[in-house]
């Protein structure tokens, strides 16, 4: 493991610092001794996938539109020996779980005991369904995964997990999927398998993720290219510690709103497939149209494009502070035309507006719960985490999780 420390730029697209390094390899050996213990042998390899925080352009990757995401340097790792059957044999050392389960029984979802998969299993069960369904050879496998990627926090722990499992099945088959690839599959897998209807987002940051830049999506034609954060300032995520709990149906809710808007403006702009396609100017004209709670999902969708599209020319531009009133505007969208927040979501947001060094904050991720991200000049950053954890804490008497995040390299194999 000693080659991590020394080629940390090249995994990683990062010098990372010392603690950085060192709690990365404390995290690998950990792994390692795992897999030893359960399967008497050493992993033939690493592999790893991001999380990702999304800086602008939330809950619009399934209209179609525009998004500013960048993948971080917390992720999820899996060791994998490949098994000569069938059998996918999993430890899940953050859970103190364990599952097995049959490639040749996917479609039933249950493990060989006949019970039905955990909800964290049918991640990795998804991938070789989805993977299996391209016709692609997928190998049985011992595995051992762990994450540093909060659970239910925003950051897209799950879809961190889905690519990593990828990546492992993409190393022991010899085949070769391009990273955009290796995303859409994950995706299918989420959307069809897990049932969860999430747009392309999550598994696209964490597959393809460039060191220090963020990466502009249209989420329609899958044309992505990356943005430069400016100089002088780092991505601050604060940890609510405050979980989901409505996620998935209020989730696939909103999709369904979303649609319902579309099929009546669809009776004045016939041309149009998805919210990304009406322009601000054109929605207000028509907005009556719709019912009051679908008018105000959609007006959040709608104005979230635009704010997205401009925010690519701004960071072009260098104009952190307009970058950051974006952002801004973007928390009250989502907090009151999309209600996906929640208050201590909104309580971490407005503290952190009214502290020196931020420009800009906002929650990030599906909502009910999780993080905010937190644009904040690299001068004032650790002066902002101290301020911002003490306001929280003395609000909720919870004590939050504050940290740097480095947008950092997608996924690979160690």
Not at 168 to 179: E, H, I, R, V
Request: aromatic fraction near 8%.
């Amino acid at each position: 493991m000693l080659s991590l420390e020394r080629n940390s730029q090249v995994v990683f697209g990062q010098s990372l610092s010392f603690v950085a390094v060192k709690l990365i390899m404390d995290t690998l050996n950990r792994l390692t001794e795992k897999f030893r213990q359960a399967y008497h042998a050493d992993p033939a390899f690493i592999a790893r996938a991001p999380g990702r925080v999304n800086l602008l352009g939330e809950h619009v990757d399934y209209n179609d539109g525009w998004v500013l995401p960048t993948a971080i340097d917390r992720a999820a790792y899996v060791a994998v020996g490949e098994c000569a059957s069938s059998l996918v044999s999993l430890s899940a050392l953050d859970l103190d779980e364990g599952a097995v389960f049959r490639l040749t029984e996917l479609d039933e979802k249950h493990d060989v005991t006949g019970k039905p998969l955990s909800a964290w299993a049918r991640y990795p069960a998804s991938v070789a369904w989805a993977l299996k369904a391209q016709g692609l050879a997928v190998t049985g496998l011992d595995a051992v995964l762990t994450s540093d990627v909060p659970r239910g926090s925003g950051l897209s722990s799950s879809a961190a997990v889905e690519v990593a499992f990828a990546m492992a099945w993409q190393k022991l088959g010899g085949w070769s999927l391009t990273p955009m690839e290796l995303a859409l599959t994950c995706q299918r897998a989420e959307n069809r398998y897990v049932g969860v209807n999430c747009g392309i987002m999550d598994q696209f940051a964490s597959a393809c993720g460039q060191a220090g830049r963020l990466l502009l999506l249209d989420c329609r034609s899958l044309e992505w290219e990356t943005v430069p954060l400016p100089e002088g300032v780092v991505i601050v995520v604060a940890d609510t510690t405050v979980r989901r709990t409505l996620g998935d149906s209020e989730y696939n809710a909103r999709r369904a709103q979303c649609e319902e808007a579309v099929r009546i403006l669809k009776e004045v702009f016939p041309a149009i497939t998805a919210l990304r396609d009406v322009a601000v100017e054109d929605f207000n004209r028509y907005a009556h149209l719709l019912l009051p709670l679908t008018q105000k999902r959609a007006r959040h969708v709608v104005e979230e494009c635009a704010r997205t599209r401009r925010a690519a020319d701004v960071l072009r531009a260098g104009q952190v502070a307009e970058f950051g009133v974006l952002m801004n505007e973007g928390h009250l969208s989502l907090r009151d035309l999309y209600e996906v927040s929640i208050p201590e979501l909104n309580l971490m947001v407005e503290a952190a507006q009214k502290i020196d060094g931020c420009y800009g904050a906002r929650l990030t991720g599906a909502g009910f719960g999780g993080c905010t991200v937190n644009l904040v000049a690299a001068s004032a950053a650790e002066d902002f985490q101290r301020e911002l954890a003490q306001k929280y804490e003395k609000a909720t008497r919870k004590t939050p999780e504050i940290y740097v995040c480095h947008a950092s390299n997608g996924a690979g194999v160690i």
